[in-house]
């Protein structure tokens, strides 16, 4: 079955640098491409997605890349701030009419330092 | 708030004990998932139902059930429990239960196993 590895565990940054947070998925079919974010105590929240038939999306500072051939995709966060820090999950879904099947990569613990 | 509700927060209870965990999807949605997220292990998906008939299946173990009723909500049964079922146990929601939906996830139920 599907497999998703994320790199890194954790991440510290200081206020204003960037983050990037890497993930690789092992089924080739896989379409659709999800990131949540998860503060302390609190419920995963989409963040932004992607699917397979573009290779970038941008939200204000957020963006997400996907490379099909490499099986990975990856987030970028610019201008990064102490309420960026949480953890986030990458997650990986293959096309299904009429079932849905996400596979979440083990998170990325951010800490942005002031 | 994402409109997905779950009940009870948090419940304490001992081995060999069965549980229910009740969702009720955002209006609207047709699609429910059952995740349960541990330290070691990440969010695994367990379970999904789409209008009353499940979907797709997950690592749920035998031990553990669910349904969705006709006005949608979901319960999650978990029965002779053991130590290592302690976790957060969340329910997310769909429009639709196609492979690219976005899921909005409730609050967690947090199970403890004493």
């Known amino acids: 079955g599907e497999n998703v590895e994320q790199h890194p565990s954790t991440l510290s940054v200081q206020e204003g640098d960037s983050a990037v947070i890497k993930c690789t998925y092992s089924d080739s079919a896989s379409n659709y491409f999800p990131w949540y974010k998860q503060e302390l105590g609190k419920r995963p929240q989409l963040i932004i997605d992607i699917r397979s038939n573009v290779g970038e999306k941008k939200d204000q500072r957020i963006a997400v890349t996907l490379n099909k051939t490499a099986k990975h995709f990856s987030l970028h966060i610019t201008e990064t701030q102490p309420e960026d820090s949480a953890v986030y999950f990458c997650?990986?879904?293959?096309?299904?009419?009429?079932?849905?099947?996400?596979?979440f990569g083990t998170g990325t613990r951010l800490l942005v330092s002031p | 708030d994402s409109g997905v509700t779950q009940t009870p927060k948090h419940l304490i209870t001992a081995t060999g004990q069965r549980v229910t965990l009740r969702c009720s999807p955002r209006s609207g949605d047709l699609s429910v998932y059952w995740y349960q997220q541990s330290l070691d292990q990440g969010l695994q998906f367990l379970i999904q139902y789409y209008n009353g008939e499940e979907r797709a299946k997950g690592n749920i173990l035998e031990r553990f059930s669910a349904q969705q009723f006709p006005d949608l909500h979901s319960e999650l049964n978990l029965s002779s429990l053991e130590l290592g079922d302690s976790a957060l146990y969340f329910c997310a929601s769909s429009v639709a239960a196609g492979g690219r939906d976005e899921q909005f996830f409730g609050p967690g139920t947090r199970l403890t196993v004493l």
């Open positions: 997650a990986a879904s293959k096309p299904g009419t009429g079932f849905q099947k996400l596979v």
